[in-house]
Each structure stands twice: as C-alpha cells, then as structure tokens.
C-alpha cells in the first residue's frame, strides 16, 4: 500500500507538468490544426522526461541533495547564478498562467468572469502550501487530476476511424493548410511542454521532502514510469479528441472552453462536469508545482532552509519567496493577459533554458564520488547523451523557429 500511494508524488508530477493550462491548450491546438502527425513529440518527450527525472530522483535519493544546491556546486556561482535566473523566470512565467489557468477553469464550471476567480486561485494555492501536508497535497491533487482520463473514454466514445488516426500518428506528414516552420515549432513546443525543468524541480525537491534514501531509488522508478507515461497517454488523447471533432470543421482551438468540445459530444453533460473537475486539479497542481519550484530553486542556490518538512518559521525566506512569486504573478495577470499565452511562450523558453539543468545533473549522476555504484550505467548514458543531443537542437532551433512563424500563427 505504501508504494501505491507513493506513485502519488509521480502522478502529481505527471498531471501537472504534462497538462497545465498551456499544455491543455497546446495540445488540443496541435490536433485541431496537425491531426496526429505530431504524436510522436509525445512519445520523445515521455521518454525524455522519464529518464531526466529518474536521474534526478536517483541523486537526490543518494546524495539527499535536490536539484540546485547541485548546480551551484557544479557549475560555481556565476554559471549557476546564471541558470537559476533562466529556471526561475520561465518558472515564474509559468506559474502566472497557472493560475490564470485555474480561474479560467472555474469560469467553465461558474460562468464567473475569470478576473474575480484570480485572487481566489492565488489565495487557495498559498493556503495549501502553507497548511497542507506535502503527502496530504500530493496525493489529493493527483489523484482529483486523474479525472481527466475522461479524454481517453471520450475518444472511444466518439468511434473514431482508427486506422486514420493511426497512420497519421506512424506517418507524420506536415499537412497541406499548415508550413513547415509552424510544424516544427509546435514540435519544439511540445517537446518542452514534456521536459518543462520545473518537474524536474519538483520531483527532485519532493523526493528530499519525503526524505528518500537510496532504498528507495526503486519507489522512484515507479514513479517515473507511472506518472509520466500518463501524462503522455492522456496529452495524445487531448489531441486525438481535437482530430476527431474539430479538425474536420476547421475550429483552431483559441479558449478553454473549446477543448471541452469533443468531451460533451462524446458524453454529454456528465463527462463535462468530470473534465472540469480534471482540468481544475490539473491547473491547481500546476501552481502547487510551480509555486514550490520557485521557492526551492531560490533556496537551494542560495542555501536558505527550505521544505515543507520544516515549520513555515524555520524557513521563512522558503515561504516568502513563494509569496512573493505568487503576488507578481497576480500583477501581471491583472494586465489583463492571456494566460494560455503567457504558459505557450513559456513552454518554448523552456526547451531553451533546459540544457542548463540537464547536463550537471547528467554530470553527477555519473560522478562516483556523489553516487558510489548507483551511478548511470552503460544504456543509461547512452539514451543520455541522444537525449543531451536533442535538447541542444531543440533549445538552438526555438527562437529561430517563433521569429519565423510568428509563434506558430
């Protein structure tokens, strides 16, 4: 029992770091206007992120070190200054989107103008973080997001002609209506939704939370391989639905609403009511990730105390980071932005800064000193350094490919 309902830490992870506001979004847009045929961005990512974070879950349970107080000792005080002011903006970025993501989800369920749910959303994610136990949080959040598994009963619902949607996703072409830039800058952006560092962060930080000792790197792999595998899963059946239902129409997915789209004609007003409550928790886990990776990439740079283990007052400057980020993230939401924009722009940033956080922890899990003999083996290092290769051409061609396109437009 104990190690299913540690798979919580994995799902939580995977919930919110494969479908936030902006990857909700993302994905529909992609099935909406690519069909399938970027499917396998998906998969890249999955793998991808499984095996950064069973790096990082593996350091952190033999070193009990989380991410960044590794980074700063690796890469010295100004690379490490350096990364963490990459990390940290596009974490804060992410964090104002979702909890604009959270009010727009509430809008979905109240009809209640996304600017009053706000504050509400801000308030409720600091609430938790400062009351709730890091278990207790893990757990509920994860375990509500899975409601959004009603995507994948959708598309067996809809009945959809799977021999089509099967050669779209194993024989990816750019379709005719769509240019060749704006293909691979959705790709881009999918495969930093995937590999977003904060997962990294938070995965890495809750292991040391939940105080994980080198017996415990079996628990971790656990996590990895349930979280974000379906994560994976249910991002392909977001755009798959999208396919289905709105390409054939024409309808680019612009709001959240539209993605709900396919799930009520699937399954009518039951389905409506779960997916709401999937892409509540999703969003809010999100924050809850975000939140917290703001407060732990700062702390352990700078070598504050920090964790949920500890009393708010013994690590005061932990929880007023948190506060802090969260209040910049109401300023900039109360310009009136579009969150889901904000979260677009962020995850393509993300591709970008990520080889920054993966190659020292690709470094240390090699380092015997820090490791001893659970240090990467032979197949380990060898999907790393494809992988390493990957990041480098996909954090080179991002920028390159959002001037080109116009972000995709």
Known sequence: MKRVLGVALGVLTAIGGFLDIGDLVTNAVV????????????????????????????????????????????LGPKAGLANLSASFLINLLTLTAEIGGIALALQLASSVSPGLWIPVAAFAVWLVIWRVKFSIMENVTGLVGLCLIVFAVALFLLGPDWSKLAEQAFAPSVPGSESAGAYWYYAVALFGAAMTPYEVFFFSSGAVEEKWTKKDIGQS????????????VLS???????????????????????????????????????????????????????????GYTLAQFFGWSWGKFRKPAEAARFHVAMIVCLLVGLAVLATGVDPILVTEYSVVFSAIALPLTYLPILIVANDEQYMGDA????????????????????????????????AGA
């Open 221 to 232: 792999r656990i996590n990895v391989l349930v979280g974000f595998p379906l994560g994976g």
């Open 375 to 406: 240090r990467n083996g032979r197949v380990t290092n060898a999907f790393a350094l494809v992988y390493l290769v990957i990041i480098l051409v996909a954090s080179i061609a991002a920028i390159p490919l959002m001037i080109l396109t116009g």
């Open 31 to 74: 099935g909406s206007r690519f069909g399938l045929s970027l499917a396998w961005v998906v998969l890249v990512g999955v793998v991808g992120i499984c095996l950064f974070a069973q790096m990082s879950g593996r350091v952190a349970a033999v070193s009990g070190r989380a991410t960044f107080e590794i980074i700063r000792e690796r």
């Open 236 to 294: 392909v059946a977001i755009a798959a639905c999208a396919t289905i239902v709105l390409l054939p129409r024409g309808i680019e997915v612009s709001s959240l609403s539209q993605i709900v789209l396919p799930v009520a004609e699937a399954g009518g007003k039951l389905a409506v009511a779960f997916v709401i409550v999937g892409i509540v928790a999703a969003t809010f886990g999100a924050a809850l990730e975000t939140t917290l990776s703001s």
